[in-house]
């Protein structure tokens, strides 16, 4: 069952107490601002319940490359994961023709964390294959 945590006019927060998994579901395209307050909240959230696993929905935002994947991905979620003190398990959702723009883009290939590094995100078109990689990541953990 879901617990929904918070909403607004662009992003809805929900938890999994189950599986422990947060969701944070965009619901349209945002500007920079929006986009900030949207990973803070899920911020605030992932504390709040020491979640660590993370399902972002962004296949509503037609405009992501216009605000922010990189300051999320470089600033962001690292900061995230160094105040939790442990691995940090991010599993994007996005429109096809946006992932293919990112494996295109040799720029974002050099962001990509390492294999064993503590703040892990990965990319998908597919939601049971984004939950299917943090159920491994979270197996990993135990």
């Known amino acids: ?9 662009f992003l809805h927060v929900a938890f999994r107490p189950d599986s422990c998994l947060l969701i944070g579901r965009w619901l ?3 500007n920079e601002a929006q986009l900030r307050e949207g990973y803070q909240t ?3 959230a992932a504390q709040q319940h020491e979640c660590r696993h993370w399902l972002m929905d962004a296949r509503r935002r037609t405009d992501r ?3 922010g994947p990189e300051w999320v991905v470089t600033n ?4 995230v994961q160094q105040e939790m003190g442990a691995p940090l398990y991010v599993a994007f959702l996005v429109l096809p023709n946006h992932l293919r723009e990112v494996e295109a883009d040799p720029e974002m290939a050099e962001k ?3 294999p064993n590094a ?3 995100y990965a990319r998908f078109i597919d939601e049971g294959a ?3 990689w943090l159920d491994e990541k979270r197996r990993g953990d135990k």
């Open 112 to 114: 990509e964390p390492s």
């Open 130 to 132: 984004a939950n299917a």
């Open 42 to 44: 899920m911020r605030r």
């Open 76 to 79: 962001f979620l690292p900061q």
């Open 28 to 30: 349209c395209s945002i």
């Open 65 to 67: 490359r216009q605000n």
């Open 118 to 120: 503590s703040f892990q």
């Open 1 to 9: 069952m879901y617990q929904d945590l918070a909403s607004t006019a």
